[in-house]
């Protein structure tokens, strides 16, 4: 069964400092891994997906996130923090099984992200 | 990507009554689900609804408490029967709309239902 564990539940950084938002992950095969953004009121958003491809997986707003096999980690990172990254982070692992699609996400716990001034 | 809507978009309502949540998307998928965020908590999946098939419900969630209608393939709806306040949630319809393996989905806006 798949599962993911995120590491933190609250992560607090300044201003203009770097972003790392950990993710572990069990999954009996080749997961597909994302991380989801919610900010306060608003719907949930994809902001990068691994699916097999490069381990390295770039996002929107500057994200990033590495996927390493050999720690079943899929950090979140980004060099420099802005206000408007303040949010609830989610990683997600897919239930997918290869050759099929549109299967179910498990998600972690998520982490709250807040950005000092 | 697909653009999701839901409605209501909140609603306050009486123990033991019913509300059913409408969830639309602009384009045709075949595989709707509905999740549930529980205060200070993360998404849990309740069923997968794909069209033309009974309604597929994780464990611990059950038909007579959340029955869900796909009647075609750009809308769904969830019901949350006989309502308690442990009900009090934010309820999120997805969809697979990419078609690829990968299980990417999109979120509607949510339904955030409070339970007196």
């Known amino acids: 069964a798949q599962s993911v564990t995120q590491l933190d539940s609250h992560v607090s950084v300044s201003e203009g400092t770097p972003v790392l938002l950990r993710c572990n992950y069990s999954s009996s095969y080749s997961p597909s891994l994302f991380w989801y953004v919610q900010h306060p009121n608003k719907g949930l958003q994809l902001l990068l997906k691994?699916?097999?491809?490069?381990?390295l997986v770039k996002g929107i707003n500057g994200f990033e996130a590495e996927f390493k096999k050999s720690e079943t980690s899929f950090h979140l990172t980004k060099p420099s923090a802005h206000m408007s990254d303040a949010a609830e982070y989610f990683c997600v692992v897919s239930a997918a099984r290869m050759g099929e699609y549109g299967n179910k996400l498990v998600f972690g716990a998520g982490t709250i992200l807040r950005v000092k001034s | 990507s697909a653009v999701i809507s839901q409605k209501p978009s909140r609603d306050i309502c009486q123990r033991g009554t019913s509300l059913t949540i409408q969830c639309q998307v602009d384009s045709q998928v075949t595989m709707m689900f509905w999740y549930r965020q529980q205060p200070g908590q993360s998404l849990t999946l309740i069923a997968t609804?794909?069209?033309?098939?009974?309604?597929?419900?994780e464990s611990g969630f059950v038909i007579d408490k959340f029955p869900i209608s796909r009647p075609n393939l750009t809308f769904s709806t969830l019901t949350v029967s006989n309502m308690s306040p442990e009900d009090s949630s934010i309820y999120l319809c997805?969809?697979?709309?990419?078609?690829?393996?990968?299980?990417?989905?999109?979120f509607g806006p949510g339904t955030r239902l409070t339970v007196t």
């Open positions: 997805s969809v697979d709309y990419s078609g690829e393996t990968s299980g990417e989905q999109y």
């Open positions: 691994y699916t097999s491809a490069a381990t």
């Open positions: 609804a794909n069209q033309g098939s009974e309604a597929t419900y």
